[in-house]
């Protein structure tokens, strides 16, 4: 069971940018597909990037299309999220995911695909 912890959440200003990093435990990270995700208070958790265990493939959600950027370093057993441009909209708990098995092909981003969770980080925008 791999074990993950987010960080680098905080407040930002409208425009404003965050890197958040998710540490791995499992020395076989570079075998893991990867993911962001968010929770808004009282929606559901929604899909925001996904990369394949290489780093070669990579999958992102319309709302953060082209200003989030998810990326990893498999020496260091480290995923991230370059947010850039923030908004009031993106205020929510992120969260890392991590899953043994590929997800199934155009559900990268499906929450039902990972089934190891980081405990989240806080991310808020304000205006």
């Known amino acids: 069971q791999i074990h993950l912890v987010e960080s680098g959440g905080g407040s930002v200003q409208t425009g404003g940018s965050l890197r958040l990093s998710c540490s791995a435990s499992?020395?076989?990270?570079?075998?893991?597909?990867m993911a962001w995700f968010r929770r808004v208070a009282g929606q559901a958790r929604e899909g925001l990037a996904a990369?394949?265990?290489?780093?070669?493939?990579?999958y992102y959600g319309d709302s953060v299309k082209g200003r989030f950027t998810i990326s990893r370093d498999n020496a260091k057993n480290t995923l991230f999220l370059q947010m850039d441009n923030l908004q009031p909209g993106d205020t929510a708990i992120y969260y890392c995911?991590?899953?043994?098995?590929?997800?199934?092909?155009?559900?990268?981003?499906?929450?039902?695909?990972?089934?190891?969770w980081g405990q989240g980080t806080q991310v808020t925008v304000s205006s």
């Open positions: 995911a991590a899953s043994w098995r590929l997800p199934s092909n155009r559900a990268e981003l499906a929450e039902s695909q990972y089934d190891n």
């Open positions: 990369i394949s265990p290489s780093g070669a493939a990579l």
């Open positions: 499992d020395y076989m990270f570079s075998q893991y597909s």
